[in-house]
T-cell receptor
Framework: SQQGEEDPQALSIQEGENATMNCSYKTSINNLQWYRQNSGRGLVHLILIRSNEREKHSGRLRVTLDTSKKSSSLLITASRAADTASYFCATADMDSSYKLIFGSGTRLLVRP | NAGVTQTPKFRVLKTGQSMTLLCAQDMNHEYMYWYRQDPGMGLRLIHYSVGEGTTAKGEVPDGYNVSRLKKQNFLLGLESAAPSQTSVYFC?????????????FGPGTRLTVT
């Protein structure tokens, strides 16, 4: 069964706009990670946030984590056509932080 | 560094045939993983390994076997392929013991079972 569930399932925005994706999970976690997958390719790691962190930035990416609500959000600012991809959250639980459970993903389309 | 490589990239099997997918990593990672991804879904863990000579079952292990005889290689076997095993298979690896590292993924193997 999948731990993380992303919302929305699909998102279409104009280039230059911000894109926000949400992830909810069910159990206590060690860390939460976001990955990007371009069509037909493998996943690429974007950012990792630990359970004791609330917010993290990397370039145009901003991730927040609310452990009380068991939720996370990924914000991509000033989106570009090249950001078009599927985005997955993945959680690592407390007992086996090397194993990830992936959500079903958000498909982002950035229109030029 | 090549990172994580997978062989083959594509394969078509008939029901009942067997095959082995090979994953290799050159990053000296301890952990290796096999996932499957079905249309519109996230990845589901099939088997994983926490070090050379070890393997463990993931979420969907039935119908698959694995071996990790060398640290850099992780093999996924299908003994008797079924149409339900039509999927894209991804291998991944991650770093030293005890540290929550990100996973590095291979490009995937697209398998069709007819």
């Amino acid at each position: 069964s999948q731990q993380g569930e992303e919302d929305p399932q699909a998102l279409s925005i104009q280039e230059g706009e911000n894109a926000t994706m949400n992830c909810s999970y069910k159990t206590s976690i060690n860390n939460l990670q976001w990955y990007r997958q371009n069509s037909g390719r493998g996943l690429v790691h974007l950012i990792l946030i630990r359970s004791n962190e609330r917010e993290k930035h990397s370039g145009r990416l901003r991730v927040t984590l609310d452990t009380s609500k068991k939720s996370s959000s990924l914000l991509i600012t000033a989106s570009r056509a090249a950001d078009t991809a599927s985005y997955f959250c993945a959680t690592a639980d407390m007992d086996s932080s090397y194993k990830l459970i992936f959500g079903s993903g958000t498909r982002l389309l950035v229109r030029p | 560094n090549a990172g994580v490589t997978q062989t083959p990239k594509f394969r078509v099997l008939k029901t009942g045939q067997s095959m082995t997918l090979l994953c290799a990593q050159d990053m000296n990672h301890e952990y290796m993983y096999w996932y499957r991804q079905d249309p519109g879904m996230g990845l589901r863990l099939i088997h994983y390994s926490v070090g050379e000579g070890t393997t463990a079952k993931g979420e969907v292990p039935d119908g698959y076997n694995v071996s990790r005889l060398k640290k850099q290689n992780f093999l996924l076997g299908l003994e008797s392929a079924a149409p339900s095993q039509t999927s894209v298979y991804f291998c991944a690896s991650s770093g030293p013991t005890g540290i929550p590292y990100e996973q590095y993924f291979g490009p995937g193997t697209r398998l069709t079972v007819t």
